[in-house]
């Protein structure tokens, strides 16, 4: 299963990069409600990350318990 969540981080980090992107395309553009947008994107994929990467060190820390 760390396998899988890891493979998954990594794809969720390629949509964040190309979503990125999009961004900087908008902010040259001057379009502010598709920069709110992206930006909202792009923050629940960090979180969404970071919440996957807690899953994997609780499943090692409760690993080395056991």
Same mark, same amino acid.
């Given at each position: 299963?760390?396998?899988? +969540?890891?493979?998954? %981080?990594?794809?969720?980090? %390629?949509?964040?990069?190309?979503?990125?992107?999009?961004?900087?395309?908008?902010? *040259?553009?001057?379009?502010?409600?598709?920069?709110? %947008?992206?930006?909202? *994107?792009?923050?629940?994929?960090?979180?969404?990350?970071?919440?996957?990467?807690?899953? +994997?060190?609780?499943?090692?820390?409760?690993?080395?318990?056991?």
């Amino acid at each position: 299963m760390e396998h899988l +969540i890891k493979d998954l %981080i990594e794809q969720i980090s %390629i949509r964040k990069k190309n979503e990125m992107a999009h961004f900087e395309k908008y902010k *040259k553009e001057e379009l502010k409600d598709l920069m709110l %947008i992206s930006s909202g *994107k792009i923050m629940e994929m960090e979180h969404v990350i970071r919440e996957m990467k807690e899953m +994997i060190k609780y499943k090692l820390k409760r690993k080395n318990y056991l």
